[in-house]
């Protein structure tokens, strides 16, 4: 079955300083891997995707995320965070059908 | 394009009443999904459909719940009779799946409707 780990429930970082968050997903062959936020009062807004190729994938906003197979990770960096950012996060793992998706991280910014 | 539309946004009801939650998806997307999200469980997938026919509704609580989709524009999350237990944010979504039911494609969500059964 696959399932994805978000270890970390919130994050606090300075306006300005560096992201990452991280992902950690289960699954039995290539997986499909996305990002997705979520601000208060709203639906999931698909950041970036993962489907094969380069490792280092771009998205909207100025995010990225890795794909490591060795370590079954696909983390989401930021280098500057604005204040804006400040929303919760999802991993999701998919192959032919369905997404699952990780508990969510939440994102502070502190100014 | 208007992105995945839900209506309505908020919904509160009375414990035993029927709540209908409605959904139109992208157009020429074919498989659409209906979730909810809850504090202590998180996103959960409840049913969903390729190309208007239900492929797998393992996630639909109980009976009391029903989904349809009778056509590629529209679809309805029925509970009827409503609990205390179901109020939640329901979501649906729509991706542009591969034939055969396959997907591996990237979902766009709705807004949500916020449902609070009393």
């Known amino acids: 079955a696959q399932s994805v780990t978000q270890p970390d429930i919130h994050i606090t970082v300075s306006e300005g300083a560096s992201l990452e968050l991280r992902c950690n997903y289960s699954?039995?062959?290539?997986?499909?891997l996305f990002w997705y936020v979520q601000s208060p009062g709203q639906g999931l807004q698909l950041l970036l995707k993962?489907?094969?190729?380069?490792?280092l994938v771009q998205g909207i906003k100025g995010f990225e995320a890795e794909f490591k197979r060795s370590q079954s990770s696909f983390n989401l960096r930021k280098p500057s965070v604005h204040w804006s950012d400040a929303a919760e996060y999802f991993c999701?793992?998919?192959?032919?059908?369905?997404?699952?998706f990780g508990k969510g991280t939440m994102l502070l910014v502190s100014p | 394009d208007a992105g995945v539309i839900q209506s309505p946004r908020h919904e509160v009801t009375e414990m035993g009443q029927e709540v209908t939650l409605r959904c139109k998806p992208i157009?020429?997307?074919?498989?659409l999904f209906w979730y909810r999200q809850t504090m202590m469980r998180g996103l959960e997938l409840l049913i969903y459909?390729?190309?208007?026919?239900?492929?797998?509704d393992s996630g639909m609580p109980e009976d009391r719940f029903s989904a349809k989709m009778p056509n590629a524009s529209f679809s309805t999350l029925k509970i009827q009779p409503s609990e205390p237990r179901d109020s939640a944010v329901y979501f649906c979504?729509?991706?542009?799946?591969?034939?055969?039911?396959?997907?591996?494609?990237?979902?766009?969500f709705g807004p949500g409707t916020r449902l609070t059964v009393t």
């Open positions: 699954y039995g062959a290539t997986p499909y």
């Open positions: 993962y489907f094969s190729g380069d490792t």
């Open positions: 157009s020429g997307h074919n498989s």
């Open positions: 459909f390729n190309n208007n026919v239900p492929i797998d």
């Open positions: 999701a793992v998919g192959g032919y059908s369905t997404l699952t």
């Open positions: 979504a729509s991706s542009l799946g591969r034939e055969g039911g396959q997907g591996g494609h990237e979902q766009y």
